[in-house]
């Protein structure tokens, strides 16, 4: 068993470091696959040298990362630059070393230096920890992601769900979300939650001694305002609709990203971790600049349910539909910016594509995930009083 | 999603694509050829038409006149081409001085990427900015042609009257009020392994081409003419629009194109088709002609080798095109005028331009001069060729999950067959390995061990692919 660990831990770091350490690894972060405004390693740069030269990154409509991230490489530039590959590479390896280390998407974002991996580490970590029932930390990890992304703050639901979960177990009580138990546990998990996440903010604030950094990357990531292309849904929306109507859809779109929380807690509340799985699929599919180093945690995850497979119905389509867009974006990418000779519905069209392949991922799902405890409860096979298969359906 | 999510649906479509998927593929096979032969037919394609309002071909008064130096500039240049490969580079910067064009030359020097080749290629491109007085150098159109020298000439033909040509449409335009776009005449030597005007604009750089900085530019290339005179009389212009790995220009450039050489009544055709008339096209044999035309734009584009030096802009986003003179057998008569009406014309059209090339189709075929056959019509054959891969591997999904169903019967339900799918991974990894070996082995073997074999560098290359498809054969034919 230790050897196949072994060898794709080889193979991984190996990957990484002769990527990081090759001429590739300029053309990867310029890729708007891989990163976005709010996670650019150009754009951070960009950070870097303006607080070096005593100016707020903030002020300006470029800099979109939170503060303690920025102080954080602006330390390890001044201290020690050439070290900032060997950063990123030890980042993605610790949480390689978590959930995933040959997924060419996670090689790829690591290796282009996106800022996303750190959330991605925060992400895991919170998914380990809370499965642990190690709230202190989960919420510290989760307030670190939330802190980056904003998007992740819906964690807490599944998160706190967990947690209620675990406790009520150790008691051997019944599962109910209204006992006292869980009240006071869910109450505890978002106090320290968002204590964690106000002393991050505080500390963010000392730091900079203004609130400029607030409206520069929480209100950039919500109020969307820069259209540059992406892996996402809203830049095309945004750049089409009339001016008049940015507001409406705005509320539209960042609602829609927010609210699968509630119905998911609620019909899967047996199983606070898979709202958690799902809960990132659709955030890798509805926050305003998402990029592949989204999918990587739940790739990772996906063989968690491996149990519920067997009910899935679409495996194939979505499969080939997240090659063939993943495959084809780029190609249309450049017929549209160099070529010249196509235009931004080609490449939007393969973005949908990648949309609706994580969609049909998570409905299926879900599907398959309560069509097994379908099963679990009335055996694997629904008989018509006649003798004959009955026909189950999700309606 | 209703039926994809219905279980019974999908069985239906397992059902149908398990019983029709071999004879499907081969009625599909046959179809892609028929199909392509019946969208070129007159029928499918329609007739082309000036998409960009702001061209307006041919409607300004004709103004350029043919000079007698005309006669002057090709009679030198074909002296100095009959004995020289050179190109006489302090010659036409001067006369492109004299005319009043800032005029600056570039070298060059290009290697292949991994054969040392005896002979260096070198060589120098001459480029005079013509500056439109109606704007501050934003937008330009590029007027090139190859200068081929005395080797090149023996195997392509002379270009050295368009030179002339060029010369003589400078003088004319620098005196007109009303360009608003700069014109950049350009003269370059050695065709495609030369550097192209994109690259050095645009400042690419190359591993494989030095280039020595460029002094002087314009503003954003709006559109390129390639054109190749070989004398003062043409039998017709062949329009070429094939340029690097299949790219085509905009199609309101060629309509332009097309629409001025009719009216100056010189014939222009495309892969040797002129525009057919109705009756030839109704007439049954008129396919013949259409399709030939369609299959041979189709086969140059497939082969990715650009149809003349204007397929180097076309990857930087400038629509351009070749205009290819084919000598006439008669030596009797004068066109250079009506030749510079065409040009003319084509460069006052472009000159109207308000945006850039976008309002035309970028993907399509021709059949003829003067009619296209769409992406929206060629994709359908296309598409029926696709087809026949995914459904292919949809049997061969469905096969497998009804073998995986069989062997388990006896196992306890609802339990998920194990290793299916696990030993493809290993045939996976070999195949991508030995594609990598493949890619790196052409330039392994031959710098490496050409020498051992007496072969010079370029035929070990030719040697080393027919070895590679005989050793292939022999395992196909092994199994």
Known sequence: MAAPIILTTVLGTLARIIILGSRYTQTLADRIELSTPVTSWKLMTEGVFLLDHGISPYEGDNFHQPPLLLYLFFVIHKTAPSLIPLVFLFLDLTTAFLLYLLNPFSILTCAAQSTSIINNLMIASTFLLTLKGQRISATLTLALASYQSLYPVMLIVPSAMHLAFLKMQERKETISYSSRTAVSAILFTVGSFLIWYFILLGVSYTMLESWDFVRSTYGFTLSVTDLKPNLGLFWYYFMEMFEHFRIFFLWVFQVHAFIYTLPLAIVLWKCPSFVFFCQLILMAVFKSYPSLGDTTVYFALLPVWSHAFHYLRNGLVISVMIVISVVLAPVLWHLWIYAGSANANFLFAFTLIYSTAQIFLVTDLIFAFLRRSFSLQHGMKALKPDGTEKLVKLQ | MGLMTNPKAQKIIEKVVLSTYKPLSVLLYIGT?????????????????????????????????????????????????????????????????????????????????????????????????????????????????????????????????????????????????????????????????????????????????????????????????????????????????????????????????????????????????????????????????????????????????????????????????????????????????????????????????????????????????????????????????????????????????????????????????????????????????????LYLSPEFFVVNFSSYFGLPPTEALVDWVRSCLYWYNLITSYK
Not at chain 2, 315 to 324: D, F, M, N, Q, S
């Open chain 2, 33 to 437: 050829f028929v199909a392509i032969v019946i969208v070129s037919s007159s029928l499918f394609s329609a007739k082309t038409y000036i998409s960009e309002n702001a061209l307006l071909p041919g409607l300004v008064e004709k103004q350029y006149k043919s000079t007698s130096d005309i006669n002057g500039y090709a009679n030198y240049l074909e002296g100095i081409s009959k004995t020289d490969d050179d190109i006489p580079m302090a010659w036409l910067q001067q006369t492109f001085e004299e005319i009043g064009l800032d005029t600056y030359s570039q070298n060059f020097s290009a290697s292949h990427p991994f054969l040392n080749s005896p002979e260096d290629v070198r060589g120098t491109n001459v480029f005079a900015i013509l500056r439109a007085p109606r704007i501050a150098g934003t937008e330009a159109v590029v007027f090139s042609i190859p200068y081929r020298g005395k080797a090149l000439e023996k195997k392509m033909g002379s270009t050295n009257h368009g030179i002339a040509l060029m010369m003589s449409l400078a003088k004319h335009f620098i005196q007109q009020s009303y360009l608003s776009k700069d014109i950049i005449s350009d003269s370059r030597q050695r065709e495609y392994r030369g550097s192209s005007l994109g690259e050095a604009y645009y400042d690419t750089s190359s591993d494989f081409l030095a280039k020595s900085p460029l002094h002087g530019r314009s503003g954003t290339i709006m559109a390129a003419i390639n054109l190749e005179l070989p004398g003062r009389r043409i039998d017709h212009f062949d329009l070429r629009l094939e340029g690097l790995n299949g790219q085509l220009p905009n199609l309101d450039l060629f309509n332009v194109a097309v629409k001025l050489c009719e009216k100056e009544g010189v014939k222009a055709t495309f892969h040797g088709q002129g525009s057919l008339t109705h009756t030839e096209l109704r007439d049954n044999y008129g396919i013949r002609y259409t399709s030939k035309t369609m299959l041979s734009n189709m086969l140059r584009q497939a082969s990715g080798k650009p149809h003349g030096i204007h397929g180097l802009f076309l990857r930087y986003g400038i629509p351009a095109l070749t205009l290819h003179g084919i000598p006439s057998n008669s030596k009797k008569g004068d066109q250079s005028h009506s030749i510079g009406y065409i040009l003319e014309g084509i460069f006052r059209s472009v000159n109207n331009l308000l945006e850039r090339f976008h309002q035309s189709f970028f993907f399509y075929v021709l059949p003829e001069t003067k009619k296209y056959v769409s992406i929206g019509l060629y994709m359908i054959p296309m598409g029926m060729l696709l087809v026949i891969p995914t459904i292919q591997a949809l049997a061969l999904w469905f096969l497998l999950g009804r073998k995986s169903k069989n062997i388990d019967k006896d196992e306890p339900i609802g339990e998920e067959p194990k290793g299916q799918h696990h030993y493809v991974i290993p045939v996976l990894i070999g195949v991508h390995v030995c594609g990598l070996l």
